[in-house]
Each structure stands twice: as C-alpha cells, then as structure tokens.
C-alpha cells in the first residue's frame, strides 16, 4: 500500500525523538475528498505536460521539495501517485518522480477532481503535526495502539476497532503520535489501500509483464495504470507477493523506474460510516503499518 511516512517523523524515529514503543500512538479516520486543511487540498485541474502542473482551489502553501500524495485526480491520472513537487507557488505546484526528480509527463488535461496530501519535509512547516490535517477527521481518534512491536525497522500493533462511527466516507487512515494536543502530536503514516508501482526492469511496447520493485501486498483487480511517462497499462492485474502485474499489450514502452498509482484489492478504503463499528486490519505483509 502507500503506507508513506511523513517527512519529520521519518527524521525524529531515526533521531530517537519518536519512541514506537514508549509513546503513545493513534489511528485516525480521514475524509480527503472535499477537504480542504493545511496539509490537504482539493485540485482544481492539472495539465497535459512535462511536468505536470498541478492547480488547487486555493492557494497551498506547500514548497518545492515537499512529498506530496495525490489521489482520485480524473482525466490526467498520471497525476496520481506520491510526487516530490517543484515550483510550488500561489496555487500551482509540478510533479516530479518520488524516487529520484525526474518530471511526470500527463496523459490528459486534468478535471476538477481528486486531493493533494502533503506529507511535507524535513525542513517544512507543511505536514507535520495534526493541526495540518484534523480537519479532515472523520469520528475520534482511536484507542491507543496495543502491542506495538517493531523489528528490522518495521513497525506494527495490534488491528485497531473504531466504535459506532458515523459522517464521510473514509478514504484513508492516518497515523499520529498522540500528545494530547494537535499542535505538538506529529503526523506519523498516510495508509491508502493503494500501491506505488515503480518499474523495476524496462517493459517494451507490446510486453504483457511489467516488472515493480516490491512485492504487491495484495491482489489487483483489473484496472488502467497510467506511468510517470504518460503511457497507460490497460487492464492491469496482480497477484499478491508477486513483483509483477500483467496487463494487456503495452502500446508504448514504459521504462524503469517510472511509477503508477495501482488500487488494491480488498483494502476496505473508501468507507462509508454507517453508524456501526469499523476495524482496521493493519498489513500483515512485510511492511505491516510502515517501514522506516
């Protein structure tokens, strides 16, 4: 899954400043679409370029530099995916390749549709504590996280259980060490129920196999993938633990290490409340809730 790290707790677990098992850990139901908070705002269109120029409803205060998650953007779905972003002012940033900068070409003139979460920076003010994001709570925060375990850097606990949750639907479940109070409690882990597939070996035009650089950690239903290269993979599918998806013949080569933004299969994400109890069952996959 895009089980992703925000930036400054990344930097405070590997400064010993965030303490898995002493402190206090909680899971948060979050509503994206439509939600407009610090650290998540709502796109207004992207276009069909290299790079993608992304436009949100209202001025970000994002910063170049800063990793940035988008997710359920129509039309321009290469947009989709977690991007480090560039010139990033006013209400415009462009997307650039997590893993190593490389711009993000479109496949479309983006809709006004879709959300942009900022997991921030070290250096950033974006996208580090809860304040920037509790406008999207939907219900309370959960009990604490029980039997917390971590190992070869891979944190885990126990399934969490949110009781008698009603409001928006859930597109998506943060993780916050909890101090009691917003401003001080740091935003730990974005959980989506989708994968970053991120070409592992180049697939040329016609393969069926395109090669990724992780296990999938759960099934793929048929979907269209498009890359980091504008091209889109047609009715993709997966096995989960397999590093690969297969999909109909490629009409264009996609070389490594473009990425895609691939859904996963049974992840519960999107929910909607209904007033009764919902669990999260966090990965039992070698990830688990994240992976420093």
């Known amino acids: 899954m895009v089980n992703a790290l925000f930036e400054l707790a990344r930097e405070k677990f590997l400064g010993a400043d965030l303490d898995w098992d002493a402190q206090t850990f909680k899971a948060a139901l979050l509503h994206l679409t439509g939600t407009s908070d610090v650290a998540v705002r709502q796109i207004s269109s992207s276009t069909n370029a290299s790079p993608i120029v992304v436009t949100t409803a209202v001025a970000h205060g994002f910063t170049t530099g800063d990793t940035v998650y988008i997710s359920d953007h129509a039309v321009n779905t290469a947009g989709n995916g977690l991007f480090k972003i560039t010139a990033a002012s006013g209400s415009v940033f462009s997307l650039t390749r997590y893993y190593d900068g490389v711009n993000v070409t479109g496949n479309g003139v983006g809709t006004t549709t879709g959300y942009a979460v900022n997991l921030g920076q070290t250096a950033g003010t974006v996208g580090d504590f809860w304040d920037d994001l509790d406008g999207a709570l939907v219900g309370a925060l959960s009990p604490a996280l029980a039997n917390k375990t971590k190992a070869a850097g891979v944190a885990d606990a126990d399934d969490v259980t949110f009781t008698a949750v009603s409001g928006s639907p859930v597109e998506a479940v943060a993780i916050i060490r909890d101090t009691a109070v917003a401003t001080t409690s740091e935003l730990v882990c974005l959980i989506t129920g989708k994968f970053l597939a991120v070409v592992a070996a180049d697939a040329a035009s016609s393969a069926t196999t395109i090669w990724v650089d992780k296990p999938l950690p759960a099934n793929v239903s048929s979907q269209s993938v498009a890359f980091s290269n504008g091209i889109t993979a047609s009715a993709v599918t997966g096995t989960a633990g397999n590093r690969f998806l297969t999909c109909t ?23 909607t409340p209904n007033g009764g109890n919902i669990v999260i069952a966090f990965d039992a996959g070698t990830n688990k809730i994240f992976k420093l």
């Open 249 to 271: 013949a490629l009409g264009s080569a996609i070389a490594s290490p473009h990425q895609g933004l691939v859904t996963l299969a049974g992840s519960g994400l999107p929910v």
